[in-house]
Protein backbone atom coordinates (compact mmCIF):
# COMPACT_ATOMS: atom_id res chain seq x y z
CA UNK A 1 0.00 0.00 0.00
CA UNK A 2 2.71 2.16 0.96
CA UNK A 3 4.25 1.67 -2.38
CA UNK A 4 1.15 2.34 -4.50
CA UNK A 5 0.75 5.72 -2.74
CA UNK A 6 4.18 6.95 -2.84
CA UNK A 7 4.15 5.98 -7.07
CA UNK A 8 0.80 7.50 -7.06
CA UNK A 9 2.82 10.59 -5.49
CA UNK A 10 5.43 11.04 -7.57
CA UNK A 11 3.37 10.66 -10.67
CA UNK A 12 1.11 13.88 -9.61
CA UNK A 13 4.67 15.41 -9.18
CA UNK A 14 5.56 14.88 -12.96
CA UNK A 15 1.99 16.47 -13.95
CA UNK A 16 0.23 13.12 -14.31
CA UNK A 17 -3.60 13.22 -14.29
CA UNK A 18 -5.77 10.95 -12.32
CA UNK A 19 -5.62 7.98 -15.07
CA UNK A 20 -1.70 8.20 -14.78
CA UNK A 21 -1.65 8.31 -10.98
CA UNK A 22 -3.85 5.37 -10.62
CA UNK A 23 -2.26 3.00 -13.39
CA UNK A 24 1.33 4.11 -11.67
CA UNK A 25 -0.26 2.95 -8.10
CA UNK A 26 -1.12 -0.13 -9.43
CA UNK A 27 2.24 -0.41 -11.25
CA UNK A 28 3.81 0.45 -7.83
CA UNK A 29 1.73 -2.10 -5.44
CA UNK A 30 2.54 -5.06 -8.41
CA UNK A 31 6.11 -4.50 -8.54
CA UNK A 32 6.39 -4.25 -4.78
CA UNK A 33 4.48 -7.33 -4.39
CA UNK A 34 6.58 -9.54 -7.21
CA UNK A 35 9.71 -7.59 -5.64
CA UNK A 36 9.03 -9.21 -1.85
CA UNK A 37 7.54 -12.90 -3.55
CA UNK A 38 10.80 -13.44 -5.18
CA UNK A 39 13.47 -12.34 -3.04
CA UNK A 40 16.02 -14.74 -2.42
CA UNK A 41 20.10 -15.11 -1.95
CA UNK A 42 20.26 -16.06 -5.39
CA UNK A 43 18.68 -14.19 -7.33
CA UNK A 44 20.58 -11.28 -7.66
CA UNK A 45 19.24 -7.16 -7.19
CA UNK A 46 19.57 -6.84 -11.27
CA UNK A 47 17.56 -9.40 -12.06
CA UNK A 48 14.67 -8.11 -9.94
CA UNK A 49 15.17 -4.38 -11.14
CA UNK A 50 15.26 -5.27 -14.46
CA UNK A 51 11.77 -7.77 -14.32
CA UNK A 52 10.87 -4.42 -12.77
CA UNK A 53 11.62 -2.08 -15.13
CA UNK A 54 9.47 -4.27 -17.51
CA UNK A 55 6.63 -4.75 -15.50
CA UNK A 56 6.31 -1.38 -14.90
CA UNK A 57 6.81 -0.18 -19.01
CA UNK A 58 4.13 -3.52 -20.08
CA UNK A 59 1.32 -2.18 -17.45
CA UNK A 60 2.01 1.23 -18.31
CA UNK A 61 2.04 0.87 -22.53
CA UNK A 62 -1.02 -1.64 -21.94
CA UNK A 63 -3.15 0.78 -19.97
CA UNK A 64 -2.56 3.59 -22.06
CA UNK A 65 -3.58 1.62 -25.00
CA UNK A 66 -6.38 -0.44 -23.76
CA UNK A 67 -7.61 3.09 -22.68
CA UNK A 68 -7.01 5.54 -25.59
CA UNK A 69 -5.91 8.15 -22.59
CA UNK A 70 -3.10 8.70 -20.24
CA UNK A 71 0.60 9.41 -20.42
CA UNK A 72 3.33 6.47 -20.47
CA UNK A 73 6.38 8.78 -19.94
CA UNK A 74 4.51 9.92 -16.42
CA UNK A 75 3.04 6.49 -15.54
CA UNK A 76 6.75 5.06 -15.92
CA UNK A 77 8.96 8.11 -13.97
CA UNK A 78 6.15 8.26 -11.34
CA UNK A 79 6.44 4.45 -10.66
CA UNK A 80 10.10 3.73 -11.50
CA UNK A 81 11.35 6.71 -9.16
CA UNK A 82 10.86 4.62 -5.65
CA UNK A 83 13.19 1.36 -7.49
CA UNK A 84 16.10 4.08 -7.69
CA UNK A 85 18.55 3.87 -5.46
CA UNK A 86 19.86 6.61 -3.66
CA UNK A 87 20.78 5.66 -0.76
CA UNK A 88 23.32 3.44 -2.09
CA UNK A 89 24.36 6.50 -4.42
CA UNK A 90 24.58 8.67 -1.69
CA UNK A 91 27.08 6.21 0.55
CA UNK A 92 28.97 5.70 -2.17
CA UNK A 93 29.70 8.92 -2.94
CA UNK A 94 30.04 9.53 0.78
CA UNK A 95 32.50 6.39 0.92
CA UNK A 96 34.67 7.92 -1.81
CA UNK A 97 34.80 11.14 0.19
CA UNK A 98 35.98 9.46 3.05
CA UNK A 99 39.19 8.14 1.07
CA UNK A 100 37.17 4.18 0.98
CA UNK A 101 37.98 3.91 -2.76
CA UNK A 102 36.97 0.37 -3.34
CA UNK A 103 33.91 0.55 -1.01
CA UNK A 104 33.15 3.49 -3.08
CA UNK A 105 33.63 2.22 -6.80
CA UNK A 106 31.99 -1.38 -5.66
CA UNK A 107 28.91 0.86 -4.11
CA UNK A 108 28.95 2.80 -7.31
CA UNK A 109 28.69 -0.26 -9.44
CA UNK A 110 26.15 -1.68 -7.44
CA UNK A 111 24.10 1.66 -8.32
CA UNK A 112 25.08 1.55 -11.97
CA UNK A 113 24.02 -2.09 -12.65
CA UNK A 114 20.53 -1.40 -10.94
CA UNK A 115 20.13 1.69 -13.06
CA UNK A 116 21.08 0.02 -16.03
CA UNK A 117 19.11 -2.78 -15.35
CA UNK A 118 15.81 -0.38 -14.80
CA UNK A 119 16.23 1.31 -17.74
CA UNK A 120 17.26 -2.21 -19.65
CA UNK A 121 13.63 -3.05 -18.70
CA UNK A 122 11.64 -0.17 -19.91
CA UNK A 123 13.92 -0.11 -23.18
CA UNK A 124 12.73 -3.46 -24.02
CA UNK A 125 8.90 -3.16 -23.50
CA UNK A 126 9.40 0.21 -25.39
CA UNK A 127 11.32 -0.60 -28.54
CA UNK A 128 9.31 -3.84 -28.86
CA UNK A 129 5.92 -1.57 -28.28
CA UNK A 130 7.20 1.11 -31.38
CA UNK A 131 8.28 -2.50 -33.24
CA UNK A 132 5.09 -3.46 -33.00
CA UNK A 133 3.25 -0.11 -34.27
CA UNK A 134 2.79 1.84 -31.40
CA UNK A 135 3.45 5.44 -31.03
CA UNK A 136 5.30 6.97 -27.72
Not at 13 to 38: E, H, K, P, R
Request: with cysteine.
Amino acid sequence: AVAAASTLFFTVLYGGNLFDCLTAAFCGFLVQLLSSSIKRPDIYRFAISLLGGIVIAAIAVGATAIAGTGSIDKIIVGAIIPLLPGLAMTNAIRDTIMGDLVSGIARLAEVMLTAVSLAGGVGVVLSLYVYLGGAI
